[in-house]
């Protein structure tokens, strides 16, 4: 799986990597709805990080396609609540 | 998933718009030609302006600290006057500078680091333009049609993603450099208008400065009226 940190580069995971992900992007969507901006702050790094760690860099010249694109590292809670305005409830939900 | 996918929607519909666009190759490797030097030039206009504002920056930050080491020194002034009030005053004030100079400095880091970042994205981008023209090639040397159609559209994907990605980048440094601009602004304004330096007004206090600079001449009237005192007694 090609995964893309925004503004940062992209970089391919196992298919294991995507549980934990999901898990971390639960997190990160209770920050944003407890508008906790530093807890937001926390589990976006460490999404970021888990990316980073567990993926292999793709190099300049690969041209691929992402199946998943990340928050840029310095996206504030206020971005992240704009990108999801508008997203449909039963989804915000989970 | 949420947030990240909802990530992934915005940044891949955009994406997947400009492909549709593009029937033939090369109109992709035009266009990312073309989008690319528009991109690099953006990203030195960027450049020039992070440079003028880092240097306002570190001007202001040298002008806060030593209002901030001014109001030091009237500080003891008023102490020594026996003025804690103006003493507590000038201090007050002092930390609040210190304040707006340690959060001036760590935006100039801030803009470091997003140039850094544009300089990193441009030369990447630089590498995937020319990895898509060499790859178009080998690509249709190698693929019949059908397939080279196929295989050229997925590499054309991959580089309106690098594309969108840079503009991105550039959008946020740019959103960056502008929050840096009015903030110096905003700096200059109250300079200018005497608020930073003479704004040290807790109720009934009144101006630091002032108030001393009446303790002086108070003082010096002391002075004065007991020289006169012994000159009149020793008559």
């Known amino acids: 799986m090609i995964v893309r940190i925004a503004t940062e580069g992209q970089y391919e995971l196992g298919g294991e990597a995507l549980a934990r992900l999901d898990e971390a992007d639960n997190a990160l969507l209770e920050a944003?709805?407890?508008?906790?901006e530093e807890a937001f702050r926390r589990e976006l790094g460490r999404v970021l990080e888990l990316v980073r760690q567990l993926g292999r860099r793709l190099g300049d010249g690969e041209l691929?396609?992402?199946?998943?694109?990340?928050?840029?590292?310095?996206?504030?809670?206020a971005e992240a609540r704009q990108l999801l305005s508008g997203y449909p409830r039963d989804l915000l939900d989970r | 998933m949420g947030?990240?996918?909802?990530?992934?929607t915005v940044v891949k519909a955009k994406v997947h718009k400009l492909v549709e666009r593009w029937e033939d190759p090369r109109e992709t490797l035009e266009y990312?030609?073309?989008?690319?030097?528009?991109?690099?030039?953006?990203?030195?206009?960027?450049?020039?302006?992070?440079?003028?504002?880092?240097?306002?920056l570190e001007l202001q930050v040298i002008r806060l600290r030593e209002t901030a080491s001014r109001l030091e020194g009237q500080a003891r002034e008023a102490l020594r006057a026996g003025r804690e009030d103006l003493a507590v005053a000038a201090l007050q004030r002092k930390a609040e500078?210190?304040?707006?100079?340690?959060?001036?400095e760590a935006?100039?880091?801030?803009?470091?680091?997003e140039q850094k970042k544009l300089e990193v994205a441009e030369?990447?981008?630089?590498?995937?333009?020319e990895a898509f023209r060499a790859q178009k090639e080998v690509i249709k040397a190698r693929y019949s049609a059908a397939e080279a159609q196929v295989r050229i559209s997925e590499a054309a994907t991959g580089l309106s993603e690098e594309l969108a990605d840079v503009g991105l980048a550039l959008e946020r440094a740019q959103e960056k450099t502008e929050n840096l601009r009015a903030r110096a602004a905003a700096i200059d304004e109250l300079v200018a208008s005497g608020v930073l330096e003479d704004r040290i007004q807790p109720a009934g206090t009144g101006d630091v400065e002032r108030e001393l600079a009446r303790l002086r001449v108070s003082e010096q009237v002391q002075l004065e009226l007991a020289r006169?005192?012994?000159e009149v007694g020793s008559a």
């Open chain 1, 64 to 77: 691929r396609e992402s199946d998943l694109i990340l928050p840029p590292p310095d996206m504030t809670l």
């Open chain 2, 3 to 8: 947030l990240l996918s909802r990530m992934s």
């Open chain 2, 228 to 230: 006169l005192k012994r």
């Open chain 2, 123 to 129: 030369a990447r981008l630089r590498a995937k333009v």
């Open chain 2, 32 to 56: 990312s030609y073309q989008r690319q030097l528009e991109l690099i030039q953006q990203v030195r206009r960027n450049m020039a302006e992070v440079v003028t504002a880092k240097k306002r």
């Open chain 1, 32 to 36: 944003v709805e407890a508008g906790d």
């Open chain 2, 107 to 113: 935006q100039l880091k801030e803009l470091e680091n």
């Open chain 2, 97 to 104: 500078l210190e304040g707006q100079a340690a959060g001036v």
